[in-house]
């Protein structure tokens, strides 16, 4: 059975400052999803990881790849308020399903 | 209407009522998917339907009954519901590969749901 997992649940950190939320995953794949999800809200498509060694970069936020160490990584670089929110990465594996994590809850404080 | 609608919004029902949730997706997706979202728990993939066929049911219990009349319309029936079912109701679409894989799942609003 697939297992993703994201550290840290939890991530409280200042504004201007960078930090990195790790989703590592138990079997081969080759797609991975970033979503957002604002309080209240549904998922909202970030970055979509369709092979090893992807990167995408959208403003502050950059995802990558790396499918040999089944790990993907959701970069921040001085992060401003409005990033606060929860970060869910989600992989593929075949079985017509994405398989979710737990997903990463960001506060940025000013 | 574009991507994936979901109606009712907010519903409010008591354990014994019966009601309905909609959901229409406007991608040409060929597969849909119900999530639940508790407060403070992980989503939960409760059904999968790969072209109106049922392919995925993760032990949701029977007062959750889905439907999936075509491509762009998954219903979820709901009926003697318990206070523990309030949770945000999600739909999703995508695309799903001959060999099963997934592309890219768009998410509706959400239904939020209150058992009382």
């Known amino acids: 059975e697939l297992k993703v997992e994201q550290n840290p649940l939890f991530l409280s950190m200042q504004e201007g400052k960078n930090y990195t939320i790790y989703c590592n995953y138990s079997?081969?794949?080759?797609?991975l999803y970033w979503y957002r999800q604002d309080p209240g809200k549904s998922l909202e498509s970030l970055f979509v990881?369709?092979?090893?060694?992807a990167v995408k970069q959208e403003g502050r936020l950059m995802a990558s790849l790396d499918t040999k160490a089944r790990l993907s990584t959701l970069h921040i670089t001085a992060a401003v308020h409005d990033l606060s929110a929860t970060y869910f990465c989600?992989?593929?594996?075949?079985?017509?399903?994405?398989?979710f994590g737990e997903g990463t809850q960001l506060t940025v404080n000013p | 209407e574009t991507g994936v609608t979901q109606t009712p919004r907010h519903l409010v029902m008591g354990m014994t009522n019966k009601k309905s949730l909609k959901c229409e997706q406007h991608?040409?997706?060929?597969?849909m998917y119900w999530y639940k979202q508790s407060a403070k728990k992980p989503l939960e993939l409760m059904f999968v339907?790969?072209?109106?066929?049922?392919?995925e049911n993760n032990s949701v219990p029977s007062r959750f009954s889905p439907e999936c009349p075509n491509s762009s319309h998954l219903f979820l029936h709901l009926h003697t519901l318990q206070p523990e079912d309030s949770a945000l109701y999600l739909c999703a679409s995508s695309h799903l590969s001959g060999t099963r894989r997934v592309s890219e799942q768009y998410f509706g609003p959400g239904t939020r749901l209150t058992v009382t």
């Open positions: 339907y790969s072209l109106e066929e049922r392919v």
């Open positions: 989600a992989v593929d594996a075949s079985g017509s399903r994405l398989t």
């Open positions: 990881l369709l092979s090893n060694g």
């Open positions: 079997t081969t794949s080759d797609r």
């Open positions: 991608l040409g997706h060929n597969a």
